[in-house]
C-alpha cells in the first residue's frame, strides 16, 4: 500500500513539474506573465465545472450503465430458474390449489396485455389467499424434481448478483425450504395429517413467492424477450390446457 501511494506521489509530482516547465517555457518564449495569468485563473474557474460534469454527470451516467447491466444478469438468471425449476414447481403444485378459478382470472398471462395490466395482477397477487389442499400434493413427485435440482438453487443462492434482489432471494429461500422439508423426511407416504398441512404451508409460501416474480418475469419478457414469452404464454400452467404447439 505504501508503495502505491508513493507511486501516485511520484506521478502527482511529475505532472506540477511538466506543468511548470511548460509555463516557464511559454514565459521565455512570449515573456508575456500578464497571458499566462489569464490562462492559467481560466483554467482554475473551470475546475468546478469539470469537476460537476466528470465526478457527477458522467459518473451517474456510468453507474445507471452499470446498473442496467446487472438488471440484465438478474434478469438472465431469473430466466434459468423459471426454465429449469419455477415454472415446473408451479406446474406442480396448480392441481392442489383449492381456489385455482380466482387464481387463473388474475394471473393467467395473455399475450395482449399491458404494462397496467401487470401492475394490476401484481397489486391482485399480493392480495390473494392461496389455499392448498394437502391431499392434492403430488409429495413425492416435489421432492424428486427439487432434489434434482439442489445444485441450480445453491449456485443461485450464492449468486452475488442476485443480493439486491431482495424479493427474488426470498422466493429462492421459500423453495429451498421446501426441498429441506421434503428431504428430511425418509418417506411420504405415510405422513400424519398434521404434518401434511405443515408441508403444505410451505408449498403455499413458495407458490406464493412464485406467483408474483413470474408476473415480473412474463413482463420482462415481453419487452425484451418476444420470442421467449411467446412459448412461455403456450405453456405455462396458469391456464386450462397448456401446450407447447401454435394452434
Not at 203 to 221: F, Q, S, T, V
Request: proline share 4%; with cysteine; glycine share 4%.
Amino acid at each position: 500500500m505504501a508503495n502505491k501511494h508513493f507511486g501516485l506521489v511520484l506521478v502527482a509530482a511529475a505532472l506540477v513539474a511538466a506543468s511548470a516547465a511548460l509555463y516557464a517555457l511559454h514565459y521565455a518564449i512570449f515573456a508575456d506573465a500578464r497571458h499566462i495569468w489569464i490562462y492559467l485563473l481560466g483554467d482554475i474557474a473551470f475546475l468546478p465545472l469539470e469537476v460537476l460534469l466528470v465526478a457527477i454527470v458522467i459518473e451517474r451516467l456510468l453507474a445507471r450503465h452499470e446498473r442496467r447491466q446487472l438488471l440484465h444478469r438478474m434478469n438472465m438468471l431469473i430466466g434459468t430458474f423459471f426454465g429449469e425449476l419455477g415454472i415446473r414447481l408451479l406446474g406442480q403444485v396448480a392441481p392442489a390449489i383449492v381456489n385455482r378459478d380466482e387464481v387463473l382470472q388474475n394471473l393467467a398471462v395473455a399475450a395482449d396485455w399491458t404494462p397496467a395490466r401487470f401492475k394490476a395482477a401484481l397489486r391482485q397477487a399480493a392480495r390473494l389467499e392461496f389455499q392448498v389442499d394437502p391431499k392434492r400434493l403430488d409429495l413425492a413427485a416435489m421432492k424428486a424434481m427439487l432434489t434434482a435440482r439442489r445444485d441450480l438453487l445453491v449456485l443461485l443462492l450464492a449468486n452475488p448478483n442476485l443480493l439486491e434482489h431482495e424479493q427474488f432471494t426470498d422466493l429462492l429461500w421459500a423453495v429451498f425450504h421446501l426441498m429441506a422439508e421434503l428431504e428430511a423426511r425418509p418417506s411420504l407416504g405415510d405422513l400424519p395429517e398434521s404434518d401434511r398441512q405443515h408441508l403444505a404451508g410451505d408449498a403455499k409460501r413458495a407458490y406464493g413467492h412464485l406467483a408474483a416474480e413470474w408476473l415480473h418475469y412474463c413482463r420482462h419478457l415481453q419487452h425484451a424477450y418476444p420470442y421467449i414469452f411467446s412459448i412461455v404464454l403456450r405453456t405455462h400452467p396458469f391456464q386450462e390446457q397448456p401446450s407447447a404447439i401454435v394452434r
